[in-house]
């Protein structure tokens, strides 16, 4: 009985949720990377709520919850990335009051799965210059502003994989200055 009793609770928050945000079942499920059938399965409990970790922290991101607030949810069975970049990117939707439903429906539908996980911490925030301008245009940033996280970004990547940035600092100038020169910046 107390089974049903997480089942239900956790299948009602979803379902208040869809409601509440005025969100079609089949935008939620693009978001969250299941099919439109799980979705109104879990709903209606003719399915057990999920206990896989991946799909309840996607659910609580497209929520904007923590994942915790599911009874279900248990230790995490990848990594999750704490990224600073990550962290302003989500202050930054913050400061332009962009809910995460109005951020991720922004972006394709084939894209906003990815774009969960990489609000959720699986997925590091894109070194691609093209894939970080799309971001920041939906966050209405100038090219200035993406560059900075771009570089950012890079720097942190290259810094993780063994570059001592400080010893390679000319060449890491040089660098940055030819891709502001390539952006016009």
């Not at 049903?4 to 969100?23: G, I, M, P």
């Not at 301008?133 to 970004?153: A, P, V």
């Not at 810094?159 to 390539?182: I, P, Q, T, V």
Request: net charge negative; glycine share 2%.
């Amino acid at each position: 009985m107390k089974n049903e009793t997480k089942t239900r609770k956790s299948s009602q928050k979803v379902a208040d949720f869809l409601e509440s945000n005025n969100l079609h079942k089949k935008d939620f499920a693009e978001m969250i990377g299941v099919t439109l059938s799980y979705v109104y399965n879990l709903i209606d409990e003719t399915i057990p709520f999920s206990t896989r970790s991946t799909t309840l922290e996607r659910i609580a991101t497209v929520m904007d919850i923590k994942p915790e607030e599911f009874e279900e949810y248990k230790i995490p069975q990848e990594p999750i990335l704490r990224d600073d970049t990550l962290e302003l990117l989500k202050s930054m939707m913050k400061e332009k009051k962009m809910s995460t439903i109005t951020f991720l429906k922004a972006f394709p539908r084939k894209k906003r799965v990815e774009i969960v996980d990489m609000l959720r911490g699986a997925y590091p925030i894109p070194i691609d210059f093209k894939e970080l301008s799309t971001i920041g245009k939906i966050l209405e940033l100038d090219n200035l502003d993406i560059y900075n996280i771009w570089e950012d970004r890079l720097k942190q990547v290259l810094e993780n994989n063994g570059m001592d940035l400080k010893s390679n600092s000319e060449l890491l100038n040089s660098m940055f200055e030819c891709a502001k020169k390539h952006i016009n910046i």
